[in-house]
């Protein structure tokens, strides 16, 4: 079955423009996540979105990203006025329902962002 | 606050040599651990987890347990392959939480013929 996908798989802008980047989970996974990869370091979480209720976006670092997800469909990350220091692989995870503390999360293949 | 500190990499070693990557962590309450796999140019995929303190999470010849006196997960495999080669992620779910992941910075591992 497919995976989580991601596109694109790279982007490079420049500064100040706005990006836009994709996330198709796995089909009937209610829990959707964002993190970022900056270089050398761990996964940073951005935010996180379960079904119809509001989304967790505690770790977004500046108003200048946002997320959405239609339902249980496609999310879309996007950032406004992108810095130099936006520049990270950004990856996409679902997860299916239920109360396990355990569901595994299924990650995508990363969009990497280079800002110019 | 809770955290994940994984040693630093590469670590470069020579097929069937024993492999241990340390991994430690702080965080309040009871964690369930994890370590994802991150093949060049693949998705993270888990690769193994423990939900309690002494559970031994195995597979694909890699193991890790669970130490809450020490705080500790590390990861083992007896005899590595070239195909082991890729980047090592150490993550805790944070309790009491709808399932947010704390990973470590990861460790790239090396391995040749």
């Known amino acids: 079955g497919a995976g989580v996908s991601q596109s694109p798989s790279n982007k490079v802008t420049e500064k100040g423009k706005d990006v836009e980047l994709r996330c198709d989970p796995i089909?009937?996974?209610?829990?959707l996540y964002w993190y970022r990869q900056r270089l050398g370091q761990g996964l940073e979480f951005l935010i996180y979105f379960q079904g119809n209720s509001a989304p967790d976006k505690s770790g977004l670092p500046s108003d200048r990203f946002s997320a959405e997800r239609t339902g249980e469909s496609v999310s879309t990350l996007t950032i406004q006025r992108t810095q130099q220091e936006d520049s990270a692989v950004y990856l996409c995870a679902s997860s299916p329902p239920g109360l396990g503390i355990t569901n595994e999360q299924f990650f995508g293949p990363g969009t990497r962002l280079t800002v110019l | 606050g809770n955290s994940v500190t994984q040693m630093e990499g590469p670590v470069t070693l020579s097929e069937e040599a024993f492999l241990t990557i340390n991994c430690t962590y702080t965080a309040t309450g009871y964690p369930s651990l994890f370590w994802y796999v991150q093949y060049p140019g693949e998705g993270l995929q888990l690769l193994l987890k423990?939900?309690?303190?002494?559970d031994k999470g195995s597979n694909k010849g890699f193991e890790a347990t669970y130490r809450k006196e020490t705080t500790s997960f590390h990861l083992e495999k007896g005899s590595v392959q070239v195909s082991d080669s890729a980047v090592y992620f150490c993550a805790l779910r944070i309790p009491d939480s709808w399932g947010k992941l704390q990973f470590g910075a990861g460790t790239q591992v090396v391995v040749t013929p």
């Open positions: 089909s009937g996974h209610t829990a």
């Open positions: 423990a939900t309690k303190a002494d």
